[in-house]
């Protein structure tokens, strides 16, 4: 398998906000799910709490064998919808608040890998959320929890993790058989992935604000591994800086940061991209949306632009037909409100689709995000948002802002949406106020549900009149 192979299987953006680097307070963690085909379905469900179990899990995928711990929290997740390779649970937030994105896919360079290489039935992207995201009480938690796991298991390949909570916003890294680092997001900070080793210099005097394997220096000494004179810098490395990457990877990583960034004169292919930056305004939920959906917008290098075509096919966009599910998990302060979680979810290619808003201390989701069968069905919500992003590319230029219209104004009712059911949930607890943001997912989803049908329909009327089998008499003949 070629490294291009190995970036195409699972080719992920993540994009991570600090508490105070966010508009409304709330930290934040997101990524889109890139998968090697454009149709890879996926569900959303909500795992109950576990307690009194006595069980082995063993992947699909690979074999992977662990047991699971006697008892595990309530969580929400969005699992592919054929497991045959394992549950892929990718993403959610557990009923204490803390929420994980896994896995970005990353890649290290064939020097570490000679000294440590990946074990084959180690821990891989198909068993992450599910052997993890139950079993944590903190962001925290989650890297320490999974880095024991890591010491025991072995990796099977390596990946990027986000974890958050209403405080702290975590990024590891795990791209050998056993080492790993991981950084805390500071709160004025974001910082974008982009399926390359992102974490840059570790400081091993602050474990506060870094975590990493036992061992990793000694690892790195013994082997001669590190190629700076005076620095640890774990990009350098670990990770790789090649061809592939200028093009595939650094330059989503560029355009994240000149949005969020717009004075810094920075180049596309550049390996030195700062991971983690201070943007120059608070970031707000649609910023991050519009990341997520990006494909080098108003740039010459947008497929969908008008620059030559040499240029539109020079580098990844970030939005893509292979987007599986685009998610972002939004933690505001849960000290104060039971339902300060939310989970956003985009089915579709995210250009084109909504990220619809869950409340996550819930105990189900509507069964139109939960029923996904293999082939098209209208009352399916993957589907439906699959249907839609292909009628809007079809006829993009004619489409493309009626569909911004639609998403803008889904996008006004969720925030009127959400603030309305915080007032009325702040003054409920326990299974009434689970009861009662169960119910009003289920509104929300009607309401998306039901503008999509009718935006689609719209769509489809006006492409009638598109259609180049039409035929009008010249009065002049």
């Not at 004025?188 to 390359?196: K, P, S």
């Not at 960034?261 to 983690?276: D, G, T």
């Not at 037909?321 to 939004?330: D, F, G, K, P």
């Not at 289920?442 to 935006?455: L, P, Q």
Request: glycine share 4%.
């Amino acid at each position: 398998m070629t490294e291009l192979d190995r970036i195409e299987n699972s080719a992920c953006t993540s994009i991570m906000v600090g508490k105070k680097a966010s508009m409304d307070g709330a930290t934040y963690i997101s990524r889109n799910e890139d998968r090697l085909i454009a149709i890879h379905p996926k569900r959303i469900i909500v795992q109950p709490a576990v307690s009194d179990r006595h069980e082995t899990y063993v992947s699909p995928y690979n074999k992977m064998t662990a047991p699971f711990p006697e008892s595990g929290y309530r969580y929400t997740a969005t699992p592919d919808a054929n497991q045959s390779a394992g549950p892929n649970e990718e993403d959610g937030f557990n009923e204490k608040n803390v929420g994980m994105s896994a896995t970005e896919s990353v890649y290290a360079n064939e020097k570490v890998l000679a000294f440590d290489p990946y074990v084959k039935d180690g821990l891989a992207e198909d068993s992450l959320a599910t052997l993890v995201l139950p079993y944590i009480d903190s962001a925290r938690d989650g890297v320490k929890y999974l880095g024991n796991l890591v010491a025991k298991y072995g990796s099977a390949e390596g990946n990027g993790l986000q974890f958050n909570d209403k405080n702290e916003v975590w990024y590891m890294e795990v791209v050998t058989g056993h080492q790993w680092v991981a950084v805390r997001i500071p709160d004025d900070c974001y910082a974008v992935a982009a399926n390359q080793v992102a974490i840059q210099d570790i400081d091993f005097n602050d474990p506060d604000n870094y975590m990493w394997a036992d061992g990793i220096q000694e690892f790195v000494e013994e082997n001669n591994l590190n190629p700076d004179f005076d620095r640890w810098d774990f990009r350098h490395i670990f990770g790789t800086d090649t061809e592939q990457d200028h093009h595939y990877n650094t330059p989503r990583v560029w355009f994240a940061q000149r949005y969020l960034n717009p004075s810094v004169q920075q180049e596309p292919e550049s390996a030195e991209l700062p991971f983690i930056r201070k943007a120059e305004k608070k970031i707000a939920i649609e910023d991050i949306q519009y990341i997520l959906k990006s494909h080098y917008n108003e740039t010459k290098y947008d497929p969908m632009g008008s620059g030559s075509d040499h240029d539109r096919r020079t580098y990844r966009a970030i939005s893509l037909s292979r987007t599986a599910n685009s998610h972002i998990l939004q933690m505001r302060d849960s000290d104060n409100n039971g339902a300060a979680g939310v989970e956003w979810t985009g089915f579709g290619i995210p250009s084109f689709c909504p990220h619809v808003p869950f409340f996550t201390n819930a105990n189900e989701i509507d069964e139109s995000y939960s029923y996904t069968p293999a082939k098209l069905d209208m009352k399916s919500a993957y589907w439906m948002y699959e249907t839609l992003a292909m009628i809007v590319e079809s006829h993009y230029k004619e489409f493309v802002e009626p569909n911004l219209d639609y998403q803008k104004e889904l996008s006004s009712w969720a925030r009127r949406k959400i603030a309305a059911v915080d007032k009325k949930a702040v003054a409920m607890s326990g299974d009434e106020l689970t009861d009662y943001l169960t119910e009003q997912n289920k509104e929300i989803v009607k309401h998306y549900n039901d503008a999509t049908k009718a935006h689609i329909a719209d769509l489809i009327t006006k492409g009638t009149e598109l259609s180049k089998l039409t035929f009008k008499m010249d009065p002049n003949l």
